[in-house]
């Protein structure tokens, strides 16, 4: 049987699979932390001197990167890691169809065959047209972004950008303490300031400075007393995280009518659904003055599913041997 060698790379964890084509859920999935290994080839080594599936009897790789993909050397933006497409072709072999996807291009091509179990929708707006443009959106090490264009025939169309880098605006006073604290740390101050795990950080740690206490926790600890519930700091950043996202969702819809709907991914959202359906995300992403009747219909979601960019590699890997 045709497999195909599939991984999504981030900026922490290296994550593996093996899947075959025409099939798109992840088998023999193993989650390799980055800072394990000194670069991609002594991590994926690892990864196929334990993988039941010969090398030989592989025919397709796609690997998902975070960071861009289009350089004649493949940098990480959140991770020391790097290597050139012919480094890849190779090491795998030039009979086998390589293809490398930046890691929420391989999102997107994952909407096509994702479940409705695999989503929540958050809100209520109009149905998602399958047939109209969407946006993938995702916080975690960084800010992950990509804009959908689904074709009838063939792979999506994945728009190129670097979304999660767009200049981050404020609406209220919180919002301009919060971006009045970290304009003295980084001169300028990116959505990805503010939505990753080092974002949860950053706000928790304005807000508490904004109450006269000099205190930063990490994301993991911010999780553990949000689980204790006996932080109030904790609970008000969790909050206004809801709300940047929502801010910059709605610009985003605001610069393609993104009919198709809008998808959150990434490592942090899915682990507070319940508390992002509580929050103001949706009144802050309708929140746009004139244009609120123009953004509102859009329907979002936070997409459950344990591995999407995997998932969207399988995709892509179908597509590549059909091809051939």
Partial sequence: MSHAL???LGGTNARFAIVPIHEYEPLEVRVLPCKDYDNFFDAVSEYINHCSVELADIDAVVLAIAGPVNKPVIRFSNNPWYFTRSEIESYFGKDKAVA???DFDAVGHCLKVLSSDDVIEIGEAKPADAKEPCWVVGPGTGLGVSCVVPQENGPSIILPGEGGHIDLSSCNEIEDY???FLRSRHER???ERVLSGMGLENIYEALAMRDGVAKRLTAPEIGEVLAQGNDSIAVAALEQFFVF?????GDFVLSVEARGGVYIAGGIVPRYVNEILKSGFRKAMQDKGRMKEFVSPVPTFVVMSEYPGLMGCACYASYLVSKA
């Fill in 189 to 191: 101050v990116s959505a």
């Fill in 100 to 102: 490398l996807l930046n």
């Fill in 178 to 180: 919060i971006l009045t």
């Fill in 245 to 249: 996202l929502g801010r910059v969702i």
């Fill in 6 to 8: 599939i991984a999504d």
